[in-house]
């Protein structure tokens, strides 16, 4: 790995490179795993929660709500920050996750237009008639009898392409008993979740903003509907970036908003950055009343991801609790110090980096039906789909544009894969992100 890399850039900022020299010493046997935290997650998050303590300090936010499971490292690290800095910000843990807070947000639905605007209908990797009935909590036989409803007899565990899935859907948009088999189930997690949310103070008469990784601010969305007036104030949300234009009062982006994400996100990987944020729990499928008041219930974690998530706190903890790094400190310079790095380990990832780092199991599906390596190796026919040209062309005849495996981090995949040279893979990758991030900015515009 490219150690001397990375403390080049990390030597624009003493603090950060005395603290990740001092938090790599710490650990024995450190191994390439381990100096990846030290030397690019830790800096990387501290800095942003950094940032967050300073914002929500200027526009007097008294509370923090580090969302479950991406803030749980981001909260160790504020509170560590609030108790070295003498800041009085009330930083708090609110266990949710896209599943709950959609299956809740549906009993407020009533038209198949409001179930779309819900998310019900939206694409995802694993869009089999299954998965896209039990990302809404759908039993088998509840399955069934929609499946009954609309004609459908195939398999259920089928992947369908964007049309044949586009389809499956308008079955179901005419579905009166798709609609109100959902709006039914959702009331109790409506009910939970709300009387979970007045348990924890967000409908107190307190400024609050909410803190995640990013990238749509669909759970600040989703939130916001559910709780409806009862919030007593606007709620505000901090993310590393965002990929859509949204208000930059309500959704306050740090390192990338909509308006430039096209400079710096072509070189960047919101799957591997998750991977940084994990947590040691699983997520978050309901609530349940106890003797203690509500209460989550949790989905069963993957181990390896619980192993991971384990040892890059302790090793992010201790980076946090070495530091010093004022507060007026140039934030400017500090962003582009963490841009810097991000690109170094993201898009030129060397090989064994790859290998450990794109070893994450992960899911970009709400259910979390399956993981699979954020990074693997590929075959060469399989990758050249990447190729500009020829992703091009596959994308006209409507064909896959991605290798057969390792899809979540690109340059990962491609790192660990026998493709020469790899300098062409990568600037095709990061050409067809940029030319595609440019045409949303025009259509925000629009």
């Not at 009954?148 to 179901?172: K, P, Q, S, T």
């Amino acid at each position: 790995m490219k150690i001397k890399k990375y403390r080049k850039i990390l030597s624009k900022s003493e603090q950060l490179l005395k603290t990740a020299d001092k938090t790599c010493g710490l650990f024995e046997d450190t191994d390439v795993f381990s100096s990846v935290t030290a030397y690019v997650t830790a800096p990387v998050l501290y800095c942003y929660v950094r940032q967050i303590l300073k914002t929500a300090n200027e526009k007097n936010i008294k509370r923090i709500y580090f969302l479950a499971r991406d803030g749980y490292i981001m909260k160790k690290i504020a509170e560590i920050i609030c108790e070295n800095q003498n800041m009085d910000i009330d930083c708090r843990y609110l266990y949710c996750s896209r599943y709950v807070l959609k299956n809740a947000l549906y009993y407020l639905c009533d038209t198949a237009e409001d179930f779309e605007r819900a998310g019900f209908f939206g694409r995802c990797a694993g869009q089999s008639p299954a998965n896209t009935l039990c990302r809404a909590g759908l039993s088998e036989e509840e399955r069934q009898s929609i499946y009954n409803n609309i004609g459908f007899h195939g398999d259920e565990n089928r992947v369908m392409d964007n049309g044949e899935f586009a389809l499956f859907c308008d079955a179901l948009k005419k579905s009166e008993l798709l609609l109100s088999t959902l709006k039914n189930n959702s009331k109790t997690a409506y009910d939970n979740i709300t009387a979970y949310f007045d348990e924890q103070g967000l409908f107190d008469d307190v400024p609050f903003a909410l803190a995640d990784t990013g990238w749509l601010g669909s759970i600040q969305s989703a939130l916001a509907d559910i709780c409806g007036d009862k919030v007593k104030n606007k709620i505000r949300g901090f993310y590393f970036g965002l990929f859509r234009g949204l208000d930059e009062d309500r959704f306050i982006p740090y390192l990338f908003s909509a308006e430039n994400a096209h400079k710096t996100v072509p070189q960047f990987c919101n799957n591997l950055f998750e991977c940084f944020c994990a947590a040691p729990h699983g997520m978050t499928v309901a609530y349940t009343k106890t003797d203690n008041g509500y209460e989550p219930v949790f989905k069963e974690q993957n181990i390896a991801m619980k192993k991971l998530a384990e040892k890059q706190i302790e090793i992010i903890t201790a980076f946090a609790e070495n530091a010093d790094v004022d507060m007026n400190e140039n934030d400017d310079s500090l962003k582009k110090i963490i841009r810097e790095l991000l690109i170094a380990l993201m898009y030129k990832p060397q090989k064994d980096e790859a290998e450990i780092i794109g070893a994450f199991p992960f899911c970009d599906d709400a259910t979390e039906l399956y993981v699979t390596p954020l990074a693997e190796k590929c075959d060469k026919k399989s990758l050249k789909r990447l190729l500009f040209p020829i992703r091009m062309l596959n994308k006209i005849k409507g064909k896959n544009i991605y290798p057969d495996k390792g899809v979540y981090w690109l340059y990962g995949t491609i790192a660990l894969s026998d493709v020469r040279p790899k300098v062409f893979y990568r600037l095709s990758v990061r050409l067809w992100e940029k030319l595609r991030l440019v045409k949303e900015k025009r259509n925000i515009c629009h």
